[in-house]
């Protein structure tokens, strides 16, 4: 008999983390496989980051910091929104959980009701689907293509708002596509919301630090919604802290409230030694991320380059997060002897057991017909990758 709620099954594994674990397990039976699967920064965190830890361990915080966190933090938070965004959230406004996604889970879960529904931009980060149905909301899906670089327009955002809509979960830099709206996009899209009163947007940009294609463009910048955007972030990404596990989010005071009550009620405050070494991050005047995005912009125009040379590939590139996200449904109904290549899943697995390559198949991210790679690696290892994946391929028939 089985004891498992019907909550646990109706969420699904994340790809993201099934195809690093299956690269995992073959690089620990000896096999050299180049992993393009992980969204997660290759530089280690910054000196200056690590030393704040390291006095935050000496000066004794290793007791229950306050729920929200720290309140010095969260000022530091205020201020980075203020002077970086045009945003004015006060500390109050702020609540500092474990990680982008732990901040996400915690909007969906005080605004969502069973039934509501959510309207999810496709390709979308593969965990968004999910937690809206974990909060038993209705998710509601935008598909974009890559002839439109990926991207929703205004009208057909506005065909799908009904009366149940609550939220629209908005990304930009995105995960998986690395495209980035304009403001003039923004805009356009930030009008339609203006219309409905009781939708709110729940803006995750957690790739900020990393976008190639001007200044970022945060949601709530557009004063007429300001009210009704949630806007999520963290250190993960743009300071290479990943294990650190710090998110946060700068909400309508009503909504922080809330959040905070239900972190209460979850995990209480997050780790006191990620929040020092997260303030020591936020305020850091060093060049730490400037030097990662160029990284970043160099190895993003070596890769779209050499995949551009894959027949078979569409690639668009991309301009900011660390992904190219290409369409490659030319592959689909191609085989080598008897493995038949029928959907994304199958080329991943494919690519994996032949090129020793791990990339992510686009069904968890809303696109079956694309697959996305991370180039969040060496050079050395994007062209290594590249030549294997291009060998492989030009086997199938």
């Not at 900011?320 to 199958?346: H, N, P, Q």
Request: with cysteine.
């Amino acid at each position: 008999m089985e004891y498992l709620s019907d909550r646990i099954k109706s969420i699904s594994v994340s790809q993201t983390l099934e195809m690093a674990q299956k690269s995992r397990d073959l690089k620990a039976a000896g096999i050299d496989v180049i992993s393009l699967c992980t969204g997660e920064p290759d530089f280690n965190t910054p000196d200056d980051i690590k030393e704040a830890a390291k006095r935050a361990i000496d000066d004794n915080y290793s007791f229950y910091p306050p729920v929200p966190g720290y309140l010095d933090l969260r000022k530091a938070i205020s201020e980075k929104f203020k002077n970086e965004n045009g945003l004015e959230y006060s500390p109050d406004q702020i609540v500092v959980s474990a990680g982008g996604k732990h901040s996400l889970i915690n909007v969906i879960l005080s605004i969502i009701n069973p039934g509501d529904e959510v309207i999810i931009l496709a390709p979308y980060w593969v965990s968004y689907y999910d937690q809206v149905i974990f909060a038993e909301g209705k998710p509601v899906v935008l598909k974009t293509t890559i002839e439109n670089d990926f991207k929703v327009t205004p009208d057909q955002l506005e065909s799908a708002i009904t009366s149940k809509t609550r939220a629209i979960l908005f990304n930009s830099p995105s995960n998986p596509t690395g495209m980035v709206y304009t403001r003039d996009e923004m805009e356009a899209i930030a009008r339609v919301v203006e219309k409905y009163e009781g939708v709110f947007v729940i803006s995750d940009e957690i790739y900020e630090h990393i976008t190639f294609s001007g200044k970022h463009v945060s949601m709530a910048s557009f004063d007429f919604i300001f009210d009704r955007v949630i806007t999520v972030n963290g250190v993960s990404k743009g300071y290479a802290m990943t294990g650190w596990r710090i998110g946060y989010i700068g909400a309508p005071l009503w909504l922080a409230k809330a959040v905070n009550k239900l972190q209460g009620q979850f995990t209480s405050g997050v780790s006191s030694i990620a929040q020092r070494a997260a303030l020591a991050a936020i305020t850091s005047k060093s060049d730490s991320k400037e030097k990662m995005k160029a990284a970043y912009l160099k190895r993003r125009d070596l890769v779209c380059s050499l995949l551009s040379d894959i027949k078979g590939f569409k690639v668009i590139v991309p301009q900011g997060a660390f992904y190219v996200f290409m369409e490659a449904s030319y592959f689909f109904g191609k085989r080598k002897g008897d493995a038949l290549i029928k959907d994304s899943t199958d080329l991943t697995l494919y690519i994996l057991g032949d090129a020793h390559v791990a990339v992510v198949g686009g069904e968890a991210f809303g696109a079956p017909d694309c697959i996305r790679i991370s180039y969040s690696v060496s050079d050395e290892e994007l062209i290594e990758a590249c030549r294997r994946m291009k060998e492989s391929l030009a086997k199938l028939r």
